[in-house]
């Protein structure tokens, strides 16, 4: 019989009891609606095993993610080509995940997925709104002809749970009607007090990994230049630290674009910072 010590396959520090779990993580591979480059179903694996080589210590939230019990649930399996299947199985999923009373931090996996992480929250939770960190508006409503796509899903969100539950930080690309849909609803935020008025709500955070700027996350689908410094990023985050955060994601690495890995230790070191977070 073989006795190791083995690599462990789950994200650094997470322990090996779903039940005992405060937070699941979970890999969301889906990458079929991809407008520019594909390979983001290759990212929560990668981010997975990029882990090993980062500390279990945030120096930011000065946590230690080993105190946090965390489960890895490993990587959903989706069907190639079926959106709305693949968005079936992740709302059945993460629904099981908030009725045990459970926080959902989603890994990706491209943007689309995260429409049914919040279909399935609002099942169990009101009062929902979304803070998104992005280069892009995601808020066209067909691409292609297509209803189900990453560059339309916030809003689909906004459809369910209304423009002025929405803050979007970081938008530098879209189309001018998208554009329009954001000075309509004020809902880019440049100012951080500008979230105070979300902090009597029950927040999901999404993090597409494109708003750092492609100098330091160039393993994306579709790099915009002028992004946040990680810095920049982590100072966001630090001021939502007394927000109440009832899960989060972070979407869209897509690891094979970045040979340097670079692109993939900075979404594990996320990983550890959102963690803390929630």
Not at 3 to 11: A, H
Not at 13 to 36: H, M
Not at 112 to 124: F, G, H, R
Not at 172 to 200: I, P, W
Request: glycine fraction near 8%.
């Amino acid at each position: 019989m073989l006795k190791g010590p083995f690599l462990s396959k789950d994200f650094i520090g997470a322990i090996d009891s779903f039940d005992n779990s405060s937070i699941v993580l979970l890999g969301l591979p889906y990458d079929c609606t991809c407008t520019n480059r594909a390979g983001t179903r290759f990212g929560p694996q990668a981010i997975r095993l990029e882990s090993v080589g980062i500390e279990t210590y945030s120096v930011f939230f000065d946590k230690d993610i080993e105190q946090i019990p965390f489960y890895d649930a490993g990587d959903l399996e989706y069907p190639f080509g079926n959106a709305r299947k693949a968005l079936d199985i992740t709302k059945e999923n993460v629904l099981e995940i908030y009725k045990q009373n459970k926080k959902l931090l989603g890994i990706g996996g491209e943007h689309l997925i995260t429409l049914a992480s919040i279909e399935a929250i609002i099942e169990k939770l009101d009062n929902i709104a979304l803070i998104q960190f992005d280069a892009h508006t995601d808020l066209r409503s067909q691409y292609l002809g297509e209803e189900y796509t990453h560059s339309g899903v916030v809003k689909k969100i906004a459809d369910l749970i209304g423009f002025d539950n929405i803050a979007q930080i970081g938008l530098r690309s879209g189309e001018k009607a998208e554009f329009d849909l954001v000075r309509k609803h004020s809902t880019l935020k440049t100012k951080k007090e500008e979230l105070d008025k979300f902090k009597n709500k029950n927040i999901f955070l999404t993090i597409d990994l494109d708003v750092l700027d492609p100098s330091l996350m160039s393993g994306v689908g579709t790099p915009e230049a002028g992004g946040f410094s990680y810095l920049e990023l982590m100072d966001w985050l630090l001021y939502l630290k007394n927000f109440n955060i009832i899960g989060a994601d972070i979407m869209e690495l897509s690891p094979d674009i970045d040979p340097t890995k670079t692109s993939t230790a900075t979404a594990c070191k996320l990983v550890r910072e959102v963690l803390c977070l929630l």
